[in-house]
């Protein structure tokens, strides 16, 4: 095995990223000011970006998904338990004793066992728990005069706002690793140029130079 800069980060997944991240941070942001947590921008505005935002994320999920499936790179959310107390054990302990994270990058799995759990709970769990809900939420008075009563309405509300602050849970544990280990700006290359320090079989390092010499940097 050797460490080779490879792109394993390619333009859509790049653009769904950040796009992903602005639409939640504007939803977040207008969304709590629709509950009334601060009145910083007006309320007919705030519900009207906030429509806006969750219909882009929305669509952006959508093509995401049929990309995911597409491109095989689904796989990288596969939960293992190979390698996951080392892991668990650099968060818990090993992190405050400055030494080195056990997990290496491989071109066939991005993430850690660790990493590849949180989001597998995020994309089967929380995104469908907010997209459902804000949807039963926006199409209210398609079933608000039938069998569901108010009381329904008030339960898809504490779901869509149990979720959201679930949401600020991740977001705010996804910023801290950004802080953690190598500086924040190492963590947060790849995700700008694609490029990342990647463990490469001999097989794997054949191929890339044979068949997609453009995806490695020596």
């Known amino acids: 095995m ?10 859509f997944e790049r653009f769904w990223h950040w796009t992903q991240m602005a639409l939640i941070f504007t939803l977040l942001f207008t969304g709590f000011n629709i509950h009334g947590f601060y009145s910083w921008i ?13 219909i882009g994320l929305i669509v952006l999920w959508v093509f995401a998904i049929f990309w995911h499936l597409t491109t095989g790179t689904w796989r990288n959310y596969l939960p293992t338990t190979d390698g996951l107390w080392p892991v668990l054990r650099y968060y818990a302990f090993d992190i405050f004793q400055g030494r080195d994270h056990p997990y290496r990058k491989h071109f066939w799995r991005k993430h850690n066992p660790l990493q590849a759990m949180a989001y597998l709970a995020l994309k089967l769990f929380l995104f469908p728990l907010i ?18 009563t108010n009381s329904q309405l008030e339960w898809v509300a504490y779901v869509h706002t149990a979720t959201a602050f679930a949401m600020v849970v991740f977001v705010i544990v996804h910023v801290y690793m950004l802080t953690t280990g190598h500086s924040t700006i190492d963590h947060i290359k790849p995700m700008i140029t694609g490029y990342d320090d990647v463990d490469l079989s001999d097989e794997e390092l054949a191929y890339l130079r044979r068949d997609e010499p453009w995806r490695i940097r020596d």
């Open 42 to 54: 007006d309320f007919s505005d705030a519900v009207y970006i906030h429509v806006l935002s969750a």
């Open 2 to 11: 050797s460490i080779h800069k490879v792109r394993i980060f390619n333009r």
């Open 131 to 148: 997209w459902v809900s804000g949807l039963l939420y926006l199409s209210y008075g398609l079933w608000s005069n039938g069998p569901l």
